[in-house]
C-alpha cells in the first residue's frame, strides 16, 4: 500500500495507510488535546469511519476521569491519524511506547 498523504500539520502520514483497518467498534490511541494529561494517549473506539481515504473517524474517548480533569468519556470528531494532540493512531503503532506511565 502506498502512504497515504494527508494534508496539514496536523497528521503523520506514517500513521495511516489506505487499507489499515478502519473499522466500527475499534479501538486506538487518542492524543488528549485538552486538560493536565494534554499528550498522552487515551483509549478509544471508533465509532464511524468518515473517510477511509484520509483516515478521518468519529471518537469516543475513554479518559482517565479525574485524574486526567475530563468526562469519562468525551466525544471527538473528524479525528485524524497522527501523534500530534488531538489525532489518533493504531495501539501498535504507537510512537510513544510507554510513555504516559510513570
Ligand atoms: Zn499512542
Not at 12 to 36: F, R
Not at 44 to 55: D, N, Q, T
Not at 76 to 93: M, Y
Request: glycine share 10%.
Amino acid at each position: 500500500m502506498a502512504k497515504l498523504k494527508i494534508g496539514g500539520e496536523a497528521a503523520n502520514n506514517e500513521m495511516y495507510e489506505i487499507g489499515d483497518p478502519l473499522e466500527t467498534g475499534q479501538m486506538v490511541h487518542y492524543v488528549l488535546n485538552k486538560g493536565v494529561s494534554t499528550g498522552q494517549c487515551r483509549p478509544a473506539v471508533i465509532i464511524k469511519a468518515w473517510s477511509v481515504a484520509l483516515g478521518s473517524v468519529q471518537l469516543q474517548v475513554f479518559t482517565d476521569g479525574q485524574n486526567d480533569m475530563l468526562e469519562n468519556i468525551v466525544w471527538r470528531t473528524s479525528v485524524l491519524p497522527g501523534e500530534v494532540n488531538g489525532s489518533w493512531h493504531p495501539i501498535n503503532k504507537c510512537p510513544f511506547g510507554r510513555r504516559d506511565t510513570t
